[in-house]
């Protein structure tokens, strides 16, 4: 019988397998409607809606693929961590950022979870945002 801890790891895995497969509906469905998305170097965004349209901002401007994902959870289940390395291609510019060229780069990152009933209720992710900057910018 599958443990807490073994079903929010499985979650996690399939929102990153989501990502991976640039399945946003998909995505959305392991969230909790009042989703907390704490965004690196950005403001708390609160709500589905508002998790949608980051997602469709960044499908825009970023073609992603997360790689060598490890996922590790507390023992009741209620939060968990992933590392992973991200690959991708900037697509279109950024606001506030370097103009968009087909810049490659691999980034290492990682994000905390909490899970509420089975569904994550926040993801915060973290990056190096020199280090994405010095690869772009070349």
Known sequence: ?????DDTESL???????????????????????IVHDV?????RKGKALFASFMEHMNRCY???LRDIVVLSN?????AAAEFVVHG????TDDGLPPAKGQTYVLPAGAFFE???????????????????????G
């Open 12 to 34: 996690v895995r399939r929102y990153y397998e989501r990502f991976n497969a640039h399945d946003s509906a998909a995505m959305l469905s392991c969230l909790g409607d009042d």
């Open 115 to 137: 899970v509420t009933n089975g569904q994550i209720s926040r993801v915060s992710t973290y990056y190096n945002l020199k280090d994405w900057m010095a690869q772009v910018v």
């Open 75 to 79: 023992a009741d289940g209620s939060r």
């Open 89 to 92: 291609t900037y697509l279109a």
């Open 63 to 65: 073609r992603e693929q």
């Open 1 to 5: 019988m599958p443990s807490k801890r």
């Open 40 to 44: 690196n170097q950005g403001e708390r």
